[in-house]
């Protein structure tokens, strides 16, 4: 890959498809609030709540071996919380995810991601066992991708907004950017409490899955390329509804 090269979305149609899809399914369900179907204040709120128990991951109830309690760490990667949950995270997946998956394959990376994303929800449920919280979100795989991309395009400058900075857009090798994201993260897993917030454990487990497995499957990292717009260095979380 060339210096300077940018990002062709026509050679990333599983990442577009992702992002189609969980915006699919963000949209029709209540978490969006545009659904008449769903009612309005505390029927509503009834209705999302019983939304995210029966398609999140409840650590509580994932190990009592019903298949259906199994499937959750999967389909919990497409439904998000809220349109700040969303958004936050189909814009890391746009940015990180089109020269993942086109180093990785079609199939590579879609296998990549749900796999990782799994198992990083998978690492919170066993480190939160008792937790009754149903936990919902992408970020587990999009860590993952970010993950990936450090490892795959470390010398790629990052276009960041940095809000100590007045959102000043700032270039920055991945190298600076993202190894700073995950310190973000551990510092605030840190911190975090059992109640609803964000699992920022889920975007350990997923980062760590992520460089691992690209430092295992590929060779020497590939050379400097440049990404023309990300956000800034913190996605949009797992959400605890």
């Known amino acids: ?20 899809l969980c915006c699919a399914v963000f949209l029709v369900g209540p978490a969006s ?17 019983a939304y995210f128990r029966r398609w999140g991951v409840i650590p509580a109830e994932l190990f009592e071996g019903s298949a259906g ?21 189909m814009l890391f997946l746009y940015v990180f995810g089109a020269m993942t998956e086109e180093r990785m394959g079609r199939v590579q990376f879609i296998l990549f991601y749900v796999g990782c994303g799994y198992l990083a929800l998978l690492g919170y449920a066993v480190a939160n066992a008792d ?18 991309f450090l490892y795959l395009f470390p010398r790629a400058r990052v276009t960041s907004l940095l809000p100590f900075l007045f959102f000043l857009p700032v270039r920055f090798p991945a190298w600076v950017v993202l ?6 993260q ?19 487990v997923g980062f760590g899955l992520g460089f ?4 295992v499957r590929y060779g020497r990292p590939t050379s400097p390329t440049r990404v ?14």
């Open 131 to 148: 937790s009754e919280q149903s936990l919902v979100g992408a970020s587990g795989a999009i860590s993952a991708v970010l993950g990936a």
């Open 69 to 89: 309690s199994a499937l959750t760490p999967a389909t919990a990667l497409f439904v998000h919380g809220s349109w700040v949950h969303l958004l936050g995270n």
């Open 1 to 20: 890959m060339r210096a300077g090269r940018s990002v062709r979305g026509s050679s990333a149609p599983m990442t577009y498809s992702l992002i189609a």
């Open 33 to 49: 609030g545009l659904g008449p179907a769903y009612g309005t204040g505390d029927e509503l709120l009834a209705a999302q709540r």
């Open 212 to 215: 691992g497995y690209a430092s």
């Open 186 to 204: 551990w510092l605030a897993a840190g911190r975090a409490s059992d109640g609803p917030g964000v699992a920022y454990l889920a975007h350990l």
């Open 179 to 184: 190894p700073f994201w995950a310190a973000l």
């Open 228 to 241: 023309k717009a990300a956000p800034a260095p913190a996605p949009e979380g797992e959400n605890q509804p």
